[in-house]
């Protein structure tokens, strides 16, 4: 939970405050009994007890004593009587105001209330494989609000990160420079970006940057499985075709040959079928996937021609210093993020 302005200013003062009520309770409640019985009315007292006593009645007072103990009876009454009444509203107001306080820190503090188990909505017992175990409804909400939170706070950052890193190495200059030294550009319709093992979910490859010339598409996550980019990448080999969707010609090429699931080969049919998958190396290290494609058939040659070709673009110049500049990107990034990794069964 992030501090905010409640968290921050008011719940300080707060405790504050109880604490200064919990010590005004506990001296109230063990100070001595403020009230006492005024001089003049205990000399009365005393001395009409000891002609009690003595076996003698008691005398009435004489005119003086009598004026004297009325006239200063009500001073004393207002006095100490004010005294008496503000002990007594203390007394009576410290423990409620602390109570109250205190159930109003609760409220606004979800990890206190679900310490302290208040405010919960709705408990479930389930019972699988002979394990019996307690849901609790407000709970599995706010974990997944807080999980939903944390991972699109996660990739929101990381992706701010690959687009400073990126910027900082020059990579959209070196995809422009391997491209035009490797004599692309005039290729029909093409496009090329820059994959890499994503460093927040290893099992991913990341499209560092927009495609060129067009832009658009970066900071897109597929699996290592998918398509040509996924087999480059496991197998650590380039590749190259000129049609992908020879032979059967559908969805299901897609699905049996590269990988996809029919939902990602259904936008793929008929686009793009000449594509080059190169594996980008620094120290012979594979640091990224250099990706290609046009929407023109053998745009790159066959599917043997398009292999060899992805090959010699591997050793140019242009993508060895593309190798390094990922290397560079990329160094930072694995250092400080952490790693998720997603292992099915």
């Known amino acids: 939970m992030r501090p905010n302005l409640f968290t921050i200013s008011l719940i300080p003062a707060a405790s504050s405050f109880l604490a200064g009520l919990f010590i005004v309770g506990l001296f109230v409640s063990n100070s001595p009994d403020q009230t006492k019985v005024p001089q003049n009315q205990a000399g009365v007292t005393s001395v009409a007890a000891a002609e009690t006593e003595a076996g003698g009645h008691a005398k009435e007072p004489s005119e003086g004593q009598s004026n004297q103990l009325i006239s200063k009876t009500p ?9 008496s009444n503000f002990v007594v509203v203390i007394q009576a107001l410290v423990w409620p105001l602390t109570i109250l306080l205190a159930l109003m820190l609760i409220a606004h503090n979800d990890r206190l209330g679900r310490i302290l188990g208040i405010g919960t909505k709705l408990v479930k017992k389930v019972s699988a494989g002979g394990v019996q175990i307690e849901i609790n409804a407000e709970t599995v ?5 807080q999980l939903h939170g944390t991972f699109q706070e996660l990739i929101e950052s990381s ?11 020059e990579i959209p200059t070196h995809l422009k420079n391997a491209i035009v030294e490797n004599g692309l550009k005039n290729v029909s319709d093409l496009r090329a970006t820059v994959h890499v093992n994503d460093v927040i979910f290893p099992e991913y490859l990341y499209q560092l940057v927009d495609y060129y010339p067009r832009g658009g598409g970066g900071h897109r996550r ?19 075709t000129g049609d992908a969707f020879a032979g059967i010609g559908s969805v299901e090429a897609l699905v049996e040959n590269w990988g996809m699931t ?9 686009a793009r079928p000449s594509s080059m998958s190169i594996v980008v190396r620094h120290e012979e290290i594979p640091v990224g996937i250099l990706f290609v494609d046009s929407t023109s058939t053998d745009a790159f040659g066959n599917d043997t021609q398009a292999t060899e070709r992805a090959n010699e673009i591997a050793v140019s110049p242009s993508v060895k210093r593309l190798g390094e500049a990922l290397a560079r990107t990329l160094a930072p990034l694995r250092t400080a993020a952490p790693s998720i990794k997603i292992i099915g069964s």
Do not use: C, F, K
């Open 159 to 169: 992706t701010e990160e690959y687009e400073r890193m990126a910027d900082i190495q």
């Open 262 to 270: 029919h939902e990602e080969a259904q936008g793929q049919v008929s």
């Open 222 to 240: 597929n699996s290592q499985r998918y398509g040509i980019i996924g087999r480059s990448w496991r197998s650590s080999e380039s590749h190259g």
């Open 75 to 83: 001073a004393n009454d207002l006095s100490e009587g004010g005294v």
């Open 141 to 145: 909400q706010l974990v997944q609000r």
